[in-house]
């Protein structure tokens, strides 16, 4: 459904997006996650038929965006970072009036009206204007302007900024409730967005894309190594001598014992396959008579692959043209939702 090929923008000397390939398949809900300043605007507004290419090509339905930007324009809803209402206007006559612009007939805008009310839950804001209502209530008005002429593309950029815990679930939920009937891209900078909201991810990093899959897919391909976390008893040669000849350990190591439980013996466990071996270390520790108190696989998860490719994409880059910005992104781009869910427990069998 969206096809882009080896698209570039250059903005003077700066190199805003270099080189960008990517595809979206319809129906699906493709994340475009990046630091600040990684180049998800310029390629959202170049998508959207708002903003020339310097080099590339990308399609919409098979039409090149900027041979026919108008006809593209009805194709697709657009939510831009700044969402352009007009604050005068109520809810519905502002949604009558795109529906005008992208091309609705007169006899199907109050339908299609009604229909983006009901979708955005705005139906009983419908007569109030739209400077007084709040930050979430003005974004869910952003998303319904860019639905409202139900578009098979819709393009969000940062649907979720700026609002507050409740606002932004309820605004993940619309998107997700998008998918099949449209196809979806949304950029954002929040890791846990994509991995919540979306079906695949394209990872951008100073102007160019270093990394497309799905979420579980790009953890296991860039980091292929899980790490178990195991709380045993005996002596280090026994244990050893235990785990020896499970296939795919790279490497044992013995951590401190705690004070208040020094018959347990803390243990990290790293192997390079990607199938779960929880199951073979218990049954390998019970056998030889440890004891298994406590056994945790941590999983992969998107920081880990998101610091990992752009810490390489940074390293490789010659000629960074933002040297400071991960630098200064990387602990907001660190969103907290996703810690807890870095480690997850597998089996823990007691003896
Ligand atoms: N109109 C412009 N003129 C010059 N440089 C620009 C212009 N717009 C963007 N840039 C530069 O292009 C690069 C990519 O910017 P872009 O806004 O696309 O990134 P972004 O990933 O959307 O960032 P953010 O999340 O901060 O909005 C940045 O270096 C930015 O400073």
């Excluded at 595809?23 to 959202?44: D, Q, R």
């Excluded at 008893?233 to 785990?243: H, N, T, V």
């Excluded at 992969?300 to 200064?328: I, Y």
């Excluded at 992104?329 to 480690?343: H, W």
Aim: aromatic letters at 4%; one cysteine or more; proline letters at 5%.
């Amino acid at each position: 459904m969206i096809e882009v090929e080896h698209l570039s923008k250059i903005y003077g000397n700066t190199t805003a997006i270099e080189d960008v390939t990517f595809s979206v398949k319809s129906g699906e809900i493709l994340g475009f996650l990046g630091p600040n300043g990684a180049g998800k605007t310029t390629t959202m507004r170049i998508l959207s038929g708002y903003l020339p290419a310097t080099n590339g090509t990308a399609k919409i339905a098979g039409v090149e965006v900027h041979e026919d930007s108008m006809a593209v324009r009805k194709q697709i809803g657009y939510l831009p970072e700044t969402p352009p209402l007009y604050p005068d206007m109520s809810v519905e006559g502002f949604l009558k009036f795109v529906a005008e612009i992208k091309g609705v007939n007169r006899s199907e805008r109050s339908k299609k009206v009604n229909q983006a009310l009901e979708r955005c839950n705005l139906t009983d804001r419908r007569k109030s204007l739209i400077r007084k209502l709040s930050k979430g209530y003005r974004q869910r008005v952003g998303i319904a302007q860019a639905i409202v002429h139900d578009p098979p593309v819709i393009i969000l950029d940062e649907p979720t900024i700026g609002l507050d815990p409740k606002q932004i679930i309820d605004v993940r939920n619309l998107i997700k409730s998008l998918a099949g009937d449209h196809t979806v891209i949304l950029s954002t900078h929040i890791l846990s967005e994509v991995s919540m909201t979306c079906d695949r991810v394209a990872i951008i990093n100073q102007g160019k894309v270093v990394k497309t899959g799905s979420p579980e897919i790009l953890a296991k391909q860039v980091l292929q190594q899980t790490v178990y976390d195991i709380k045993t008893s005996g002596a280090s040669e026994q244990i050893a001598l235990a785990l020896n000849g499970i296939p795919g350990i790279t490497d044992i190591e013995f951590g401190n014992t705690d004070v208040e439980q020094p018959e347990q013996i803390n243990l990290r466990v790293s192997s390079n396959i990607a199938t779960d071996i929880g199951r073979d270390l218990t049954t390998a520790l019970v056998t030889q008579g440890l004891g298994v108190y406590e056994i945790r696989r941590n999983q992969t998860s998107l920081e880990d692959v998101f610091l990992e490719v752009t810490a390489t994409s940074a390293s490789t880059d010659q000629s960074p043209k933002q040297p400071d910005a991960m630098v200064e992104t990387n602990p907001a781009v660190l969103d907290g939702d996703k810690a807890s869910e870095s480690s997850q427990s597998t089996q823990g069998e007691m003896k």
